[in-house]
């Protein structure tokens, strides 16, 4: 049986260990955005002092090869919805930004969309803290946002099908090795040194 060595296996431990958190990572993703989505609710969004905001971390998405493409963007101002209540507060108002083949990076900014919607309501899609109030929301309503957990999901199944899916061939193919080698040598046997069959007739 072939023998390895510590410093090797610690290795291989240590990169599945880095495949199963960053293919957990990714899961995890999607669930969040999931759950996210399922709990958004429609309703009608006001600005509030449109030109007191702060500008989020923007994020760029596409869907591969002829799927859309989007930039979500983030800024926190004071918000008034009205839904199934009327909730006030600051919160971040998320605009979605479709792309095109050329991404445009200078429109896709709270400065330019903020005043696109400041004149009057507009529909929107919030969530609500677990605690009451707002938690996010979203200019349109659940329908016209982007599939970003499909896209999650998406990511999520090519990278476990390219790393643990090799993975869990190969432990497949181990054991089927492993147990082939049991049948062929009876456990307990040695075959060093096997034993001298004495011919017919010998002295």
Known sequence: ??????????????????????????????????????HLQDGTCEIVSPSHYSSGWKAGWEFPITGPSWTDVPCSLNLKVKGDEEIAGKTSLHFTYWQ?????????????????KADK???????????????????????????????????ACGLSALTLGPFLLICIGTARGASRAREIVPEGENTAYAPLESGEGGG
């Open 100 to 116: 095109g083949i050329v991404w445009d990076y200078v429109q896709d900014s709270c400065s330019k969309l903020i005043p696109t």
């Open 1 to 38: 049986m072939a023998e390895y060595s510590p410093v090797g296996l610690a290795i291989i431990a240590v990169i599945m260990a880095c495949v199963v958190l960053l293919n957990g990572y990714f899961w995890k993703r999607f669930v969040d955005a999931e759950e996210v989505r399922q």
């Open 121 to 155: 309501p507009f529909d929107c899609a919030y969530l609500l803290g677990e605690h009451g109030g707002l938690s996010r929301a979203y200019v349109g309503n659940v329908g016209d946002l982007p599939r970003l957990p499909l896209l999650f999901l998406m990511k």
